[in-house]
């Protein structure tokens, strides 16, 4: 049953019901051995730095901010400062220096808690800049604080200023006065465009999504649920919450990169994510068969075939699966897909929801026949993540991002306009009233600046408006959709469409350089660098036909026409990704122009 005590005292709540069973599993910064923490010990520490931040004199709703990967650390923080009413703010590990200044400065924080050294060293250089911080509070007691620094604490010693709980009269006294209006997060969006702005998130909002998400994702105490997206992320922290609402015992992957070892070691039931991780093990699934015997191949897709359709046009469309194919799909089950979910570490999945772009229809449809229930759904910050997904045990269609959740209401504008309303909605951007009055219409709706529309009961998202492209013939090109038809080759690591005022369709390519290489091997091509390697003719023409293929479905006007390899990934470094991995177009143009235009030339 979901708890729904105020965040305030949520986890001393459920530590009275579940006491010292273990509610987390995560590893030390820079360790391989995981440990786990029970309920009594996580309330515990919440307690202590509840007291421990009324001792550094925090005020109800005072801005602290949290800049660090995911860790243990980074949940009792925040837990610790609902516990006093003070509003906690999200930086994503990777921001830079620049963006970590202004939101600083934006939100007026004094208290400044850092993960490891890259935090902490961006945080010291912006120190003198930002004339409200007071104190950088140090999770990774490895970290080398500059000796030149007496504003900086290891979080061990912050803890000890409320080790023995000495202010625990005044916390309790916060937690009778925490109400659903209180400010809970500010979350900055990453920006695909111009300066980040502060999401304004209550208590009252996410109590609205976690009763409105329970009714349709039934995580439960029996679940193990792995953190793969930051804490950063909306998507992540209200999932995040919600499996604790319901007692599920979390893994904290504190390193994206490590996620699939980790998924292997710890066995989750359930993990939210992003399309692209589950376009990477389509692509290495792929890969697998590829390179099996024609026997090993014929067999997986014949096992793929009868899971697609036991779990695709029977059970996704609420209907009985025949008993042949319900006991074929048994033995093929046991026999060949659940060694494919063995080699991701789901020995036993429930569910995963996956939003934050667009789904390939032909990845969805693979891991669904695999055995493995990805619920797809759409939301956003200002929405406090989910808007709609797939409801377990109702019908759901390949394509949709699934039917609203209870208390949303959804109104179609202008261009076919996504506009939002409900109890799970932002009031509003951060100290941004001229932004706020643009957000809203007269009726109070949100603008979500994406289109798409409803069809019996599901919604479908078409584009967000303002990345479509009109091509100079007039004819309007959505970029992310066949980005993400193109993604799905396992030669192909990132991809940006250019279209806007062209005369056709081109696009950037970044290939999966170990597989090319591979290739270029096979086929006797030499090369001695990537630059190399991207500027081969026959590298290009294989990467073209093999692009072509996969948009053959799409109308004339919307296929690739020509394309260009790049011997280096789109990065945050260079400004041309955002901290959740979205591309900024106008960078990426702008830093790749020539090679743009040359593609254009006659």
């Not at 059970?315 to 194919?325: D, E, Q, T, W």
Request: proline share 3%; aromatic share 10%.
């Amino acid at each position: 049953m979901q708890n729904r005590s105020h965040f305030s005292v949520l986890i001393h709540e459920q530590a009275k019901k579940y006491g010292s069973r273990p509610v987390v599993t995560f590893r030390n910064f820079g360790s391989l051995k995981w440990k786990t923490v029970s309920w009594n010990q996580f309330s515990l520490r919440v307690k202590q730095v509840s007291n421990a931040m009324l001792n550094l004199g925090i005020k109800p709703q005072e801005n602290i901010a949290v800049f660090a990967q995911n860790c243990i650390q980074y949940l009792y923080t925040d837990f610790g400062a609902y516990g006093v009413r003070a509003c906690s703010i999200p930086f994503y590990a990777t921001s830079s220096e620049q963006q970590i200044q202004f939101m600083v400065n934006d939100a007026q924080v004094r208290f400044l808690f850092v993960g490891e050294q890259e935090q902490y060293d961006k945080a010291h250089r912006i120190f003198p800049l930002c004339p409200s911080l007071e104190r950088i509070i140090v999770f990774d007691d490895s970290v080398r604080i500059s000796t030149h620094d007496p504003n900086a604490l290891f979080f061990d010693d912050f803890l000890k200023l409320g080790e023995d709980l000495p202010r625990q009269t005044e916390v309790e006294k916060r937690w009778a006065e925490a109400n659903e209006t209180d400010l809970c997060n500010i979350l900055y969006t990453s920006g695909t465009t111009g300066d980040s702005k502060g999401v304004m998130l209550t208590y009252g909002q996410y109590n609205a999504a976690l009763i409105a998400n329970d009714e349709c994702v039934p995580v439960g105490e029996k679940d193990r649920v792995i953190n793969f997206l930051p804490f950063t992320h909306i998507f992540e922290r209200a999932w995040t919450y919600l499996s604790l609402s319901k007692g599920a015992q979390l893994i904290i992957n504190t390193y994206p990169h490590e996620i699939q070892d980790s998924m292997r070691e710890t066995h989750p039931t359930c993990m939210s994510s992003v399309p692209r991780f589950w376009e990477k093990v389509y692509q290495a699934v792929k890969d697998k068969i590829d390179r099996s015997s024609s026997m090993q191949q014929k067999i997986f897709k014949h096992a793929l075939n009868v899971g697609r359709k036991y779990n695709i046009e029977y059970l996704a469309n609420g209907k009985r699966p025949p008993l042949v194919l319900a006991l074929e799909y048994k033995v093929m089950n046991a026999s060949i897909l659940s060694l494919v979910r063995k080699q991701l570490g789901l020995d036993n999945p429930h569910f995963f929801p996956t939003a934050g772009a667009y789904v390939s229809s032909e990845v969805e449809e693979f891991v669904h026949s695999i055995g493995i229930m990805m619920v797809v759904g759409y939301g956003l910050t200002e929405s406090l993540a989910t808007v709609s997904c797939d409801h377990l045990g109702e019908r759901y269609t390949i394509g949709s991002v699934g039917r609203p959740i209870n208390g949303i209401q959804i109104k179609i504008g202008d261009n076919d306009e996504i506009l939002l309303k409900g109890p799970t909605i932002t009031k509003g951007y951060y100290k941004r009233d001229s932004l706020n009055a643009e957000a809203f219409d007269k009726d109070g709706f949100f603008h979500t600046g994406d289109s798409g529309y409803l069809k019996d009961g599901e919604l479908y998202l078409k584009e967000r408006i303002k990345d479509l492209f009109k091509t100079s013939n007039g004819k309007y090109i959505a970029p992310q959709m066949v980005e993400s038809m193109v993604l799905v080759d396992k030669f192909v690591d990132q991809v940006a469409v250019v279209a806007d005022q062209r005369k056709f369709v081109s696009a950037l390519v970044v290939p999966e350089f170990r597989l090319v290489e591979e290739w270029a091997r096979d086929n006797g091509i030499a090369f001695e660098s990537r630059e190399d390697l991207c500027a081969n003719e026959k590298v290009q023409a294989m990467m073209m036909e093999r692009v072509s293929m996969l948009l053959q479905g799409l109308a004339h006007y919307e296929q690739i026409k020509r394309i260009s390899l790049l011997a280096h990934h789109f990065s945050m470094e260079s400004g041309e990704l955002t901290n959740t991995l979205k591309m900024r177009r106008p960078v990426i143009y702008k830093n790749y122009k020539e090679i743009i235009d040359k593609m254009y030339e006659e």
